[in-house]
């Protein structure tokens, strides 16, 4: 069982940044890849960035929807148990409920999501 917090959301102004933090809690939080996702007002949620599990062999991959390529950053620190979103340069249409969820890349599929954090980007 994974519980997962997000924090780290607001309100910004378009060029500025942000970092969202997911906050995981179980010790098999290093067994999945995690993702992030988001939801615009009045459109379906989307995945915006992903990122494979811990492994001592090899370093984590990462994968962005085009949208977000060059922009924003995903990365974990196995030691907090902690994925992070880096965003910067951010735009309006960037606002959305963004969701963290631990599960599968490579199936699509997500097991365990968290509540969510509002990002809003004003022009």
């Known amino acids: 069982q994974v519980q997962l917090v997000e924090s780290g959301g607001g309100l910004v102004q378009a060029g500025g940044s942000l970092r969202l933090s997911c906050a995981a809690s179980g010790r098999t939080f290093l067994l999945y890849d995690m993702a992030w996702f988001r939801q615009p007002p009045g459109k379906e949620r989307e995945s915006i960035a992903t990122i494979t599990r811990f492994s001592t062999r090899f370093s984590s991959s990462t994968s962005y929807a085009d949208s977000v390529k060059g922009r924003f950053t995903i990365s974990r620190d196995s030691a907090k148990d902690t994925v992070y979103l880096q965003m910067n340069n951010l735009k309006p249409e960037d606002t959305a409920v963004y969701y963290c969820?631990?599960?599968?890349?490579?199936?699509?599929?997500?097991?365990?999501w968290g509540q969510g954090t509002q990002v809003t980007v004003s022009s």
């Open positions: 969820a631990a599960g599968s890349t490579s199936t699509g599929k997500y097991e365990y």
